[in-house]
């Protein structure tokens, strides 16, 4: 795999943010998952705040996972692929001056992009299943220092600005997320939209900056446009938050039953010895090493 520094990489995701045309990017929670993504030919991918403490810690996305768990996770899914990543840093994990150091670090992680949210940094306890969103200023102000940080670093990381229909009215929403805009975000992000009319609104509300979409039908419980009605709406990137974690889970959680009741996973349901080695590298691996065997009179 040729190695690409994220600097690169931000170049190359930013070309696809001007390419016609939307574009998919699955949400990886891990080193192997990313190479997945990659294999399937998926020209970027996430990563989710969500994923990282699911994958790293096995706990609840609820404020656990630091700073530090992040840029480390960051950085070795990073290395296992060539494509860009954006990679979720939640609000920045702290002030504005906390949140410059976290651009810094996810730069130097090898991120192509980081996505910044607009919720408190620290929910108090018992309402941690809320939406609960800084102010407008601090949230304007969070793009900003990220802004700057970017600049001062000499990086071209794209910076994700993020908010949440469900903390707030469609008007409020739109209007913070015209507000990144204004203050450098490279795209918006507008999480929770559940209507057509709700996105259509808030795309036609936001035109000089590329959107970005959850698609959040991927169980099948909820109705969910297509990926050309996205288009249509006004999208240019559409994320998979679960399509990788969920299933994972379910398979995981259906093999184990299986064992436990005495039995094996489905059949067809492991992937074999080989395909496994093929996924991880094995094959090239061991290609490669053949450049460097010595003669057995030098050994």
């Given at each position: ?70 840029v ?11 494509i860009?990543?954006?990679?979720d ?54 793009i ?27 008007d ?10 204004e203050?450098?975000?490279d ?6 939209l ?7 609104a ?19 419980d ?17 994320a998979?938050p ?7 889970i379910q ?20 992937a074999?010895?080989d ?10 691996y ?14």
């Amino acid at each position: 795999m040729a190695i690409q520094t994220g600097e690169s990489l931000a170049k190359v995701l930013r070309g696809l943010l001007e390419a016609p045309g939307i574009h998919q990017g699955p949400v990886c929670y891990d080193a192997l998952s990313a190479k997945l993504v990659e294999k399937a030919g998926f020209p970027f991918c996430f990563t989710g705040g969500f994923h990282t403490a699911a994958s790293r810690l096995g706990l609840p996305d609820c404020d656990l996972t630091s700073y530090a768990e992040f840029v480390d996770h960051g950085r070795q899914i990073t290395e296992a692929v060539s494509i860009p990543v954006i990679g979720d840093a939640d609000d920045g994990f702290g002030n504005a001056m906390n949140l410059k150091r976290t651009v810094r670090g996810y730069i130097r992680a090898g991120y192509a992009g980081i996505m910044l949210d607009d919720q408190v940094s620290v929910k108090p306890c018992g309402r941690g299943h809320e939406k609960l969103v800084a102010s407008r200023e601090e949230s304007v102000m969070r793009i900003k220092a990220a802004v700057d940080a970017r600049k001062e670093s000499g990086s071209d990381i794209v910076i994700v600005g993020r908010t949440d229909r469900l903390a707030m009215s469609l008007d409020e929403a739109i209007w913070r997320s015209r507000a990144f805009a204004e203050a450098g975000a490279d795209v918006v992000f507008l999480d929770n939209l559940y209507s057509r009319e709700e996105m259509k609104a808030f795309c036609d509300a936001i035109p000089q900056v590329p959107k970005l979409v959850a698609h959040m039908g991927e169980g099948g419980d909820k109705p969910f446009p297509t990926l050309s009605e996205f288009a249509d709406i006004g999208y240019k990137l559409v994320a998979y938050p679960f399509c990788l974690l969920g299933v994972s889970i379910q398979a995981m959680q259906t093999a184990l039953s299986a064992v436990k009741s005495g039995g094996l996973p489905p059949s067809g349901s492991v992937a074999s010895m080989d395909k496994m080695k093929e996924v991880l590298g094995f094959h090239s691996y061991f290609e490669e090493e053949k450049r460097y065997v010595l003669p057995a009179s030098q050994q």
